[in-house]
């Protein structure tokens, strides 16, 4: 008689399992993470979009803020791109909606990488190996459009399933622990859930901040709510990479958007809790040495 199958602990949470990677034409994927590494996409070709987002780390970088190729400091701490894609805008301010949009934008964008796409398809096209690689997967010289959905299809495969967290959502009963689980259950209780739920666990709406109490910078002051995937090895946190530590952001989060001082032993549970949504990339730990 066949075993029954595993009960799912998540029925009736307010967040899902992020799900296994897309099926995509692996010669796109394989295509898009070259073009992700290639400093050919910035316009005096000094910096990739991997310079800004590790994905060997946090799919981000430790720094505060990141410079863009006119030097400049960039006005937001930089967003990691694992499961960017599972977001339902792009960037802080979550001005564009689809991932195409968003890789024009930060090609273009004078501030980041101070190209366009003709400067880059012009760049692409005269290097053989790369034209053997778009006919290959597109039949085609490199022009705009692959260009883009190549880099596009390469993104979507930037999730993290495999979390202690979803382990859990999906029937594994031993995968929390019990300061894992308080924290959830206070996640829960103090209303953290209300912004950070879904797949993303955020990400699914816009938020004014600083609603009790001064958080961060104070402009702009509604801001796209942030995937808390991963969380834990993304620091430092908030749009002005203001909170060093996941214990200070929980603090400050507490007291500036619901009214709450916590205690040492919440924190710790919080915290304990935030730590098990680091899921899994190419089989390693978002944030392990690979």
């Given at each position: 008689?066949?075993a029954?199958?595993?009960?799912?602990?998540?029925?009736?949470?307010?967040?899902?399992p992020?799900?296994a990677p897309?099926?995509?034409?692996p010669l796109?994927?394989?295509l898009?993470?070259?073009?992700?590494?290639?400093a050919?996409?910035?316009?005096?070709?000094?910096?990739?979009?991997?310079?800004c987002?590790?994905?060997?780390?946090n799919?981000?970088?430790?720094?505060r803020f990141d410079?863009?190729v006119?030097?400049?400091?960039?006005?937001f701490?930089?967003?990691?791109?694992?499961?960017?894609?599972l977001?339902?805008?792009?960037?802080?301010?979550?001005?564009?909606?689809?991932?195409?949009?968003?890789?024009k934008?930060?090609?273009?964008s004078?501030?980041?990488?101070g190209?366009?796409?003709a400067?880059?398809t012009m760049?692409l096209?005269s290097?053989?190996?790369?034209?053997?690689?778009?006919a290959?997967?597109y039949?085609?010289?490199p022009?705009?459009?692959?260009i883009v959905?190549?880099?596009?299809?390469?993104s979507?495969?930037?999730?993290t399933?495999?979390s202690?967290?979803?382990?859990?959502?999906t029937g594994?009963?031993?995968a929390?622990?019990?300061?894992?689980?308080d924290?959830?259950?206070l996640?829960?209780?103090?209303?953290?859930?209300?912004c950070?739920?879904?797949v993303?666990?955020?990400?699914n709406l816009?938020?004014?901040?600083?609603?009790?109490?001064p958080?961060?910078s104070?402009?702009?002051?509604?801001?796209?709510v942030?995937?808390?995937?991963?969380?834990?090895?993304t620091?430092?946190?908030?749009?002005?990479?203001?909170?060093?530590?996941l214990?200070?952001?929980?603090?400050?989060?507490a007291?500036?958007?619901?009214?709450?001082r916590?205690t040492?032993?919440?924190v710790k549970?919080l915290?304990a809790y935030?730590?098990?949504l680091?899921g899994e990339f190419?089989?390693?730990p978002v944030g392990?040495?690979?």
């Amino acid at each position: 008689m066949p075993a029954p199958a595993p009960v799912s602990n998540g029925a009736q949470e307010p967040i899902t399992p992020i799900p296994a990677p897309p099926a995509i034409d692996p010669l796109k994927v394989k295509l898009g993470e070259r073009l992700f590494n290639d400093a050919r996409l910035s316009h005096d070709n000094s910096q990739s979009c991997s310079s800004c987002h590790d994905l060997g780390a946090n799919g981000a970088s430790a720094a505060r803020f990141d410079y863009g190729v006119d030097g400049g400091q960039q006005r937001f701490n930089t967003l990691t791109v694992f499961n960017s894609t599972l977001n339902f805008r792009f960037g802080w301010e979550g001005k564009v909606r689809t991932i195409e949009d968003d890789i024009k934008a930060l090609l273009e964008s004078p501030r980041i990488m101070g190209s366009s796409l003709a400067e880059v398809t012009m760049k692409l096209d005269s290097d053989s190996e790369m034209r053997a690689s778009f006919a290959a997967a597109y039949g085609r010289r490199p022009d705009a459009a692959s260009i883009v959905d190549a880099m596009a299809s390469f993104s979507r495969t930037l999730v993290t399933p495999g979390s202690k967290f979803d382990r859990w959502l999906t029937g594994d009963a031993a995968a929390l622990s019990d300061d894992e689980l308080d924290g959830y259950r206070l996640f829960k209780s103090l209303g953290c859930v209300s912004c950070h739920q879904g797949v993303n666990v955020g990400g699914n709406l816009y938020q004014r901040h600083g609603i009790f109490h001064p958080l961060a910078s104070p402009e702009p002051a509604i801001l796209r709510v942030p995937s808390l995937r991963n969380v834990a090895t993304t620091p430092p946190y908030f749009h002005d990479g203001s909170a060093p530590t996941l214990d200070d952001a929980v603090r400050k989060m507490a007291l500036a958007q619901l009214n709450a001082r916590l205690t040492d032993a919440q924190v710790k549970a919080l915290v304990a809790y935030l730590q098990s949504l680091t899921g899994e990339f190419r089989g390693v730990p978002v944030g392990a040495a690979p």
